[in-house]
């Protein structure tokens, strides 16, 4: 079968030559969640902007639902559903004529526009505000009725830019359960922005890392952990001990690669995370290097991202926002 | 065609609600046009007694400009619920599903004329009640209205293409008040035409404010020249569907800037 989003080599500058996409190509299968990971600034939210017509590419090609989405416009907008970053509702509107008044422009018309609000009213929890102005609701209400306000014509495609930015952790999960109910019980293609590496873990099936308006990496979550061979060892140091000690030190650990001293730690790999630590501390202890903490873990995405990308996760979104 | 008519009465709709959910709005446009006139009315109410001026009651000259300038100032911020929309996605929203794009700034349009016609016909009665006369009647009250319409749709396009531009409220409150005021004290809403200093006579053949303000007080005079009345309602007209395409044009340029 076809994919359900596919785009190939989508270029996208902006106005004083900001080349906000570099090229960027991705594809995503009918029922999945895929995941579109980056921090900010990286070309997520462009990406869906071309994907749902909003805007238009420089270059490349995209298909949504089997439609390009430049040449038939149309037919794409027919068939997504698009929760964007900024939330689109108007506060002055109860619930429901949101959702009625969104039902409206698609066509809806009589008792099927009615009961489908109604019907999302009462999936999302919101029965009980549906009378209320949406400028009474908290966030995370918001964000539910945006999400329902989407799917209100039962789209087969749905976007969500950043859906839980913002949202306390509570309301962040209960979008997550969301989100996995509508991949899997009503088979819907979702693609999903996030700056969040968990949400991205958890979520998606597939997932394409951005940085700086180019896909780094793209596969399963546990694709790109599996390439990074090995767990990571980080190991805190007391006070300031020498670079030339620390080094020694290693040099004593044949088990360990992609080996990074800083100041007062020292982070590496190794195949078998915990058979090394004790080789390591025993170095460490013979060159006089005290230790604070050490920590083993599993890849991350954040340790995929640091690879890919070339710096670490936190340290881009930093920079994005500067 | 159908789908943007209909669409566009949706939006009118929403707009509408919108304003009747504010009392404040309501109180505020309903007394301002009862203070404008009658302080200015009253502020006024000798200038007619200096020759030349041409009218026998200020408060029967003054009541068309009052109904032109009220659909004037209405339209003038006409751009800033448009500004809400943008920066809260509203607009964006619409442009991601199959709304018709014309519907987004013609459902504010349409909303603006109607309440255009609502205030008008407030003032109309509250003049009679202060003391004015139609010797024109219905036929002019009927052309004041259409001429104010008119003015407000095309100054509610300008309004709404400034903001599609700027996106900024600062910017909007600047450029209104900047232009508001003077544009309807370069026409003859408080001053007869004759009376005013030359040059302004010259720019106020210009000002579609006084064209408006023109029309309607000819329409509600006895004997109305009603060539005047239509050439100037042609003009607006003119005025009104140049200043739509200038707000198409700032439409297409906010969508490119997406």
């Known amino acids: 079968m076809d994919n359900a989003i596919e785009a190939r080599g989508l270029v996208k500058t902006y106005r004083g030559d900001v080349r906000a996409l570099d090229g960027v190509s991705l594809a ?9 990971l980056g921090p900010n600034g990286a070309g997520k939210s462009t990406t869906v902007k071309i994907l749902t017509t909003l805007s238009r590419p420089n270059a490349g090609e995209a298909s949504v639902a089997g439609f390009d989405v430049v040449r038939q416009p149309a037919k794409v907008r027919l068939a997504i559903g698009a929760v964007a970053q900024k939330s689109g509702l108007d506060p002055q509107m109860t619930g ?50 945006d999400v329902a306000v989407g799917l209100m014509h039962r789209p087969q495609v749905l976007f969500l830019d950043e859906p839980t930015t913002g949202l306390d952790p509570e309301a962040r999960v209960d979008m997550w359960h969301e989100i996995r109910r509508l991949a899997g019980e009503e088979g819907l293609t979702i693609l999903l922005t996030t700056h969040y590496l968990e949400e991205a873990d958890g979520l998606a099936h597939r997932l394409a890392i951005v940085d700086r ?7 399963t979550p546990d694709e790109l952990k599996g390439e990074l061979r090995g767990d990571a060892i980080a190991v805190d140091l007391e006070g300031e001990p020498l670079d030339g000690e620390v080094r020694r030190a290693i040099a004593r650990v044949p088990e360990l690669y992609d080996v990074a001293v800083e100041a007062r730690a020292l982070r590496a790999r190794a195949d078998n995370g915990a058979r090394a630590v004790p080789a390591v501390l025993a170095a460490l202890e013979a060159e006089g290097v005290k230790v604070a903490s050490v920590t083993v873990s599993r890849p991350s995405l954040d340790d995929v991202y640091l690879r890919y990308a070339g710096r670490a996760f936190n340290e881009a979104d930093k920079e994005a926002k500067t | 065609m159908t789908t943007a008519v209909s669409d566009t009465w949706f939006m009118t709709q929403r707009h509408l609600r919108n304003l009747f959910r504010q009392p404040a709005w309501i109180l505020i446009s309903l007394v301002q046009p009862v203070v404008w006139l009658l302080l200015y009315g009253a502020l006024f109410r000798r200038i007619v007694e200096i020759p030349g001026f041409g009218a026998g009651s200020y408060i029967d000259f003054l009541t068309p400009g009052i109904v032109v300038m009220t659909c004037l100032f209405g339209a003038g911020w006409s751009g800033m ?67 104010a319409v008119l003015l407000g749709t095309g100054v ?55 064209w408006a303000v023109q029309a ?20 607006l007209l003119v005025f009104t569907v140049v200043c739509t395409w200038l707000a198409t044009r700032a439409f297409r340029v906010y969508q490119k800037s997406i």
Not at chain 1, 28 to 36: C, E, H, I, R
Not at chain 2, 185 to 205: D, E, H, I, N
């Open chain 1, 96 to 145: 429901r004529e949101n959702l009625i008044l969104q039902g409206r422009v698609y066509g809806m018309r009589g008792a099927a526009l009615g009961s489908r609000a109604q019907e999302l009213l009462d999936r999302f929890g919101l029965g009980d505000a549906a009378g209320r102005t949406v400028r009474t609701y908290s966030g995370g209400m918001q964000r539910k009725l």
């Open chain 2, 81 to 147: 619920g448009l500004i809400d929309d943008l920066n809260r996605g509203v607009v964006d929203r619409f442009l991601v599903s199959p709304a018709s794009r014309g519907s987004l700034i013609a459902g504010r349009l349409v909303q603006g004329a109607l309440v255009g016609m609502i205030q008008s016909a407030i003032i109309v009665v509250l003049g009679l009640l202060v003391g004015a006369d139609y010797p024109g009647g219905i036929g002019g009250i009927v052309a004041l209205t259409i001429c």
């Open chain 1, 28 to 36: 995503a299968a009918p029922g999945t969640v895929f995941g579109l």
């Open chain 1, 213 to 219: 308006g180019k896909v780094v990496a793209t596969g």
């Open chain 2, 216 to 235: 309607g007080r000819e329409g509600l005079a006895s004997g109305p020249d009603w060539a005047l009345v239509f050439s100037r309602m042609g003009w």
């Open chain 2, 156 to 210: 509610g396009a300008l309004s709404n293409g400034i903001a599609l531009l700027s996106r900024r409220e600062e910017t909007m409150i600047a450029v209104s008040n900047f232009v508001l005021l003077p544009l309807t004290f370069l026409s003859s809403v408080f001053m007869a035409q004759t009376l005013m200093p030359g040059w302004m006579q010259s720019v106020a053949k210009y000002n579609p404010v006084d």
